[in-house]
């Protein structure tokens, strides 16, 4: 499936001040790059590995003190469905290093709060079949409701309202998985089927030796999500990080299937 992506911000800066950016796709398993266009006026650019060594990272060095951006892009997603519940989970002891970073608690994902809740309520199953039943507990104990939420919202308080957004749903799911010993890292994503059309969030969990993909939201479908990024919570994989004041202008991204 070829997915077709076009992003376009503008941000009006406090000053001619460097911005980190995390809007390209990865180059990655089960997805790959087609086409791919970045144009940032007035900028110098500086690519870096994105955390865990998946995708890249842009230093947009501003000559003013406005941002203009403009990204396109054609992925081809060739990401197959996996029976899930089939896989297995590995002993901590040989998990790899980006694995076993993916267990410990971080600030919007406090995993170690939850330990007896999910020991009371998924100790019956499994690997695979504990984290299906996870994400399942996910999507049908939380509402999705826009503006619930902001950025301070840890996936504690999304437990507690039990409504949030696609950040707050990606939260809750890593905590919980965590919870169970199962590393899993917050994923930045772009989904076609999101609405209202924006930056998306998901979840990937470790089985069977490698990452695999899940939308607790129930928008989108691992075939039809292109990853941009991956960190332990969403302050790893922002889109846009400056030290200093941003104001939003305009902000529209389009993701359609072709």
Known sequence: MHMQITVALEYQLSGAVPVLLALEAAQTDGQTIVESSLKIDNATLNRISGEFGLG??????ISGDRLAV??????????PSIAVASLSAAPIHVL????????RPSRFCPSDLFTDFVGQQFSHLNGGEKVA????WVKAETQYVPGSSDARTTAVDTFV??????RDF??????LVRAASIPARYVSVYCADVQPPDFHAA???WLDGAWHLFDATGMGEPSGLVIIGAGRDAADVSFLETSQWAQMITQTVTVSRS
């Open 203 to 205: 979840t990937q969990v």
């Open 133 to 136: 039943a996870i994400v399942d």
């Open 161 to 166: 309202s039990r409504q949030g957004v696609c």
């Open 56 to 61: 890249h990272r842009v230093w947009a060095t």
């Open 96 to 103: 790899p290093i980006d694995a076993l970073t993916c267990l």
């Open 170 to 175: 990606a939260h809750l799911t890593c905590s």
């Open 70 to 79: 403009n990204y396109t892009a054609k992925v081809m997603v060739t990401r």
